[in-house]
């Protein structure tokens, strides 16, 4: 079972907990939380349905870089 320790919100909202006495990114909108900062950013984007990287050729967006580049590369490799 997990020691949460404290809980601390920075000047944007970003939820930082410590468990065990490391820090951990916790999403404000469910119970899932990482060490990783860039983790706990792609995630939370599940929940406002943000989508900040987009197709250079067409409307697609995701939510990972890496979607984003395998979609151009499967749906656009012509276009190039």
């Known amino acids: 079972h997990e020691n949460v320790n404290t809980a601390v919100h920075d ?10 006495g490391k820090k951990r990114w916790q999403c404000r909108h469910c119970s899932y939380s990482t060490p990783k900062k860039s983790n706990w950013q792609q995630h939370e984007t599940r929940h406002t349905g943000e989508k900040p990287y987009k197709c250079r050729y067409c409307g697609y967006g995701s ?16 276009d190039a």
């Open 11 to 20: 000047a944007n909202t970003r939820s930082i907990v410590e468990v065990d």
């Open 63 to 78: 939510v990972s870089k890496s979607a984003v580049t395998r979609h151009e590369n499967r749906m656009h490799s012509n």
